[in-house]
């Protein structure tokens, strides 16, 4: 069964146009993660909440924010996407040895 | 930076032979971790060693930390096609709780 789930696989939105991405976990743990991986890079962590304390990264720029209703969701919101924002984006948990699980991810197209 | 380092950037074998990449960090780390990704697809975990660890075993995967050297090797025993994949390490350093610094992957191809 899927641990981390994410909505949509596939995101195309236009330039400028704010777009959200959406995670939700099973595991019921405190700690989820967002991270952006470009093409052929290593997954670059954007925030993560520990319960409903937000961590930014301090290279993760403003356009990017984050929201956690609740211990199973979380969102990520772009608020004017940029060309260089089109990447996988990838959502993920923590198993109780400090691995961590990830969703699919999302890919998003910027056109 | 505290990223890790990956080599070799790419390994092309064939269906039985052994798959080796290596991994270099730079500060000090509670564990390191090594993921599978597979195109267009999320990161599936393979084995986390922890600091005071030498080598772990998972099937045909065996990994070794060495601290001294700030060093970790994946070894990939009797490869199969289906282990062809992008594997990256991660480390979680000792002033980063629960954050992952992942380094640059080494892309394994592995043919019939």
């Known amino acids: 069964d899927a641990m981390v789930i994410q909505n949509p696989r596939y995101q195309v939105t236009q330039f400028g146009k704010p777009v959200t991405l959406s995670c939700s976990q099973t595991l019921n743990h405190n700690v989820m993660y967002w991270y952006q991986q470009k093409s052929s890079q290593a997954p670059k962590l954007l925030f993560h909440?520990?319960?409903?304390?937000?961590?930014n990264e301090a290279d993760t720029p403003d356009n990017f924010q984050s929201r956690r209703p609740n211990t199973s969701f979380c969102f990520l919101d772009i608020r004017s996407p940029g060309l260089g924002d089109a990447a996988m984006y990838l959502c993920?948990?923590?198993?109780?040895?400090?691995?961590?699980?990830f969703g699919p991810g999302t890919r998003l197209t910027v056109l | 930076s505290q990223q890790g380092e990956e080599d070799p950037q790419a390994l092309s074998i064939q269906e039985g032979e052994n798959a080796t990449m290596n991994c270099s960090y730079k500060t000090s780390i509670n564990n390191l971790q090594w993921y599978r990704q597979n195109s267009g697809r999320g990161l599936v975990h393979l084995i986390l060693?922890?600091?005071?660890?030498r080598e772990k075993h998972s099937g045909r995967l065996r990994v070794t930390l060495d601290t001294s050297k700030k060093s970790s090797s994946l070894l990939i025993t009797a490869s199969r096609a289906a282990d062809t994949a992008s594997y990256f390490c991660a480390t979680e350093h000792a002033d980063s709780w629960g954050k992952l610094q992942f380094g640059a992957g080494t892309q394994v191809v592995v043919t019939p």
């Open positions: 909440y520990y319960d409903k304390d937000f961590n």
């Open positions: 060693i922890r600091s005071n660890e």
């Open positions: 993920a948990t923590t198993g109780v040895g400090n691995e961590q699980f």
